[in-house]
Every structure is written in structure tokens, then in C-alpha cells.
């Protein structure tokens, strides 16, 4: 059974850090492409990185750059979202989310076909 379960969300102040987790299970990290998203109150859901478990290659969307890091432990079939200099406007709802197709090289929601539940990130303005 596929299953990915997020972890690490909290409430941080700005400038903070945080590192979430996304646990995977029923699959192998190294075949599929794993991305976060986010989702802030009355917003839609949008791509924040991805990594590629083929290739390795990693993607992060302009808001986001040189403050976040995706990285892949697949020994522990676990990959996190390091995010520094947190900001008010990162204030959301993070998915976890797998292209079980491993494809993708982009974060774009409905190239994945597996999905977290969410943890919730709040930074205060």
C-alpha cells in the first residue's frame, strides 16, 4: 500500500527554520519523483521543489530559492524540505506528494498521483 506521511510542520517565527519530513512507504524512492507543495488560506495548491529519485535532479519554484533545500535519504525512504529565513507569506498547509511514474521533473500538482495528508506551517507577520 502506498503511503506517504509528513512530519515537522510547527509555528516558527520569521527568520526561523523548520524541517519537514515526508516518510514513504509501498514504494522506492530511487524509481519515483517526489515533490511539496503548498497551499496557503483561500489559495490553490501550488509546487514548491521536487527531486527525482532517477536522476536527482532537483527543482524549486522562484519564491522559494536559496532559502529551501529538498534532499532524499533513501535508506530511510524519507525525503525532507529544509526551509530557512521563513517568511510570513510561507504560511500554509505543506503536501507531500510521489509521480509513482518517476517522469516528472517539475512540481506542477497533477503530474502526482500519491498524496500526504499535509502538515501545517505557520509563520507569524
Known amino acids: 500500500q502506498v503511503q506517504l506521511v509528513e512530519s515537522g510542520g510547527g509555528s516558527v517565527q520569521p527568520g526561523g527554520s523548520l524541517r519537514l519530513s515526508c516518510a514513504a512507504s509501498?514504494?522506492?524512492?530511487?524509481?519515483?519523483?517526489i515533490g511539496w507543495f503548498r497551499q496557503g488560506p483561500g489559495k490553490e495548491r501550488v509546487g514548491v521543489s521536487c527531486?527525482?529519485?532517477?536522476?536527482?535532479?532537483?527543482v524549486y519554484a522562484n519564491s522559494v530559492k536559496g532559502r529551501f533545500t529538498i534532499s532524499s535519504d533513501n535508506a530511510k525512504n524519507t525525503v525532507y524540505l529544509q526551509m530557512n529565513n521563513l517568511k510570513p507569506e510561507d504560511t500554509a498547509v505543506y503536501y507531500c506528494?510521489?509521480?509513482?511514474?518517476?517522469?516528472?521533473?517539475?512540481?506542477?500538482?497533477?503530474?502526482?498521483?500519491?498524496w500526504g495528508q499535509g502538515t501545517q506551517v505557520t509563520v507569524p507577520s
Open positions: 509501498g514504494f522506492t524512492l530511487g524509481y519515483v519523483t
Open positions: 506528494a510521489a509521480d509513482s511514474s518517476g517522469y516528472s521533473r517539475y512540481p506542477a500538482p497533477p503530474e502526482y498521483d500519491y
Open positions: 527531486i527525482s529519485g532517477v536522476d536527482g535532479s532537483t
